[in-house]
């Protein structure tokens, strides 16, 4: 069973930055899609950024050029670097492998 650890999160003013950890273990991982989310108070949960098993990337039009997902492959650990926060970005964020588990989420602050 695939299990993650995402880690990172905390209270920070806009124009700050976090850096964002999600890590793998357990039997049948495979890595070949590492996916970070966030959901909002009262919104539904969103793709921020996802990264596939050979490195394509891909983020939502509100975080690019601001945030930037990274792996280690042999940490079995991706990354998300968020640069220039804004208010708006305040969310949990949550950590996805495969398309089909999920982390506990960390939650991300940001005051204006």
């Known amino acids: 069973q695939v299990q993650l650890v995402e880690s990172g999160g905390g209270f920070v003013q806009a124009g700050g930055s976090l850096r964002l950890s999600c890590v793998a273990s357990?039997?049948?991982?495979?890595?070949?899609?590492m996916g970070w989310y966030r959901q909002a108070p009262g919104k539904q949960r969103e793709l921020v950024a996802s990264i596939y098993g050979r490195g394509n990337t891909d983020y939502a039009d509100s975080v690019k050029g601001r945030f930037t997902i990274s792996r280690d492959n042999a940490k079995n650990t991706v990354y998300l670097q968020m640069n220039s926060l804004k208010p708006e970005d305040t969310a949990v964020y949550y950590c996805?492998?495969?398309?089909?588990?999920w982390g506990q989420g960390t939650q991300v602050t940001v005051s204006s």
């Open positions: 357990g039997r049948g991982f495979s890595g070949n899609y």
């Open positions: 996805n492998a495969d398309f089909d588990t």
